[in-house]
């Protein structure tokens, strides 16, 4: 993203612990500093104050509290703003935008708790207008295509967008080369075109002659997990899904026990509903969910009130 001017936060890797200090001194606060491999998901430090900054710098590179991994650290721009996902056809040429959509990473409502793989989503998210939709097509979408391209990795197929609309414009913050769960559960509904077809033009090189088409209307997916997730929670629990919503029902973390469905993950199952409004989306999928049961069964009850409150209806 550097190299090619693709925005994202401002950065800068250091694995000379003086000269990380020394650029504390001016780096605007609040500050992110990660450490550059693997920490157990632990290895990042939102700092507030330049102390905290310079204190997180000296547990990492001085006393090694995430080991080797805290040799090496990045220093990033601390970005604010609403968070959108959105997944995309390619076949390295065209870019084909799907239906945007809202996470809810937190596991407890109101966005408290740890953060999880998610806990629900919304389709269409209503910051993502229009007019960003445009701003992000030709700053990010079709540069990332292109820097691919240049660097001789040709990328065809879904790749995802996690993007932050700050008030300097939106950010890049993640890529990820698949569809994305739970955002998929609400994407893909809202289809109308034929995913096979698009799949295929996807691989042949010949998307920017295919029809993707999405309805008009919204999606609301709620994620039923086991209690105590994302940290220790039991499994191997029946679960009683009725007949008249299975088919809105995505199984995640669910197993065949003695020819009956049980519980084997923290996000247990992804209860979808697609209405003509958003408010009506989530009541529908909430409606199913109640019908749904499974012992240790835990959700959100306030997926999509920050969709709404944003002005989503």
Known sequence: MKKYGIPTAAYEVFDDMQKALDYIK?????TVIKADGLALGKGVIIAQTREEAVEAVRSMMEDKVFGESGSHIVIEEFLTGPEVSVLSFT??????????S???KRAG???????????????PNPCYTPEIAEVCMREIFLPTINAMNAEGRTF?????????????????????CRFGDPETQVVLPLLESDLLTIMQATANGTLGECEVKFADRHACCVIMASKGYPTKYDKGFAIDIPANV???VYVAGAAIKDGSLVTSGGRVLGVTAVENTLEAAIDASYEKVKQIHFENAYYRNDIGARALAAGGK
């Open 91 to 100: 076949d390295g040429k065209t870019v084909v935008p799907m239906v945007s």
């Open 156 to 176: 065809k197929g879904c790749l995802y967008f996690g993007l932050m609309l700050t008030p300097n414009g939106p950010r890049v913050i993640e890529y990820n």
């Open 246 to 248: 299975a088919e809105s």
């Open 109 to 123: 409502d109101n966005d408290t708790g740890l953060n999880t793989g998610g806990m629900g989503t919304v389709a």
């Open 26 to 30: 001016d780096a605007p606060i609040p």
């Open 102 to 104: 809202m996470d809810h």
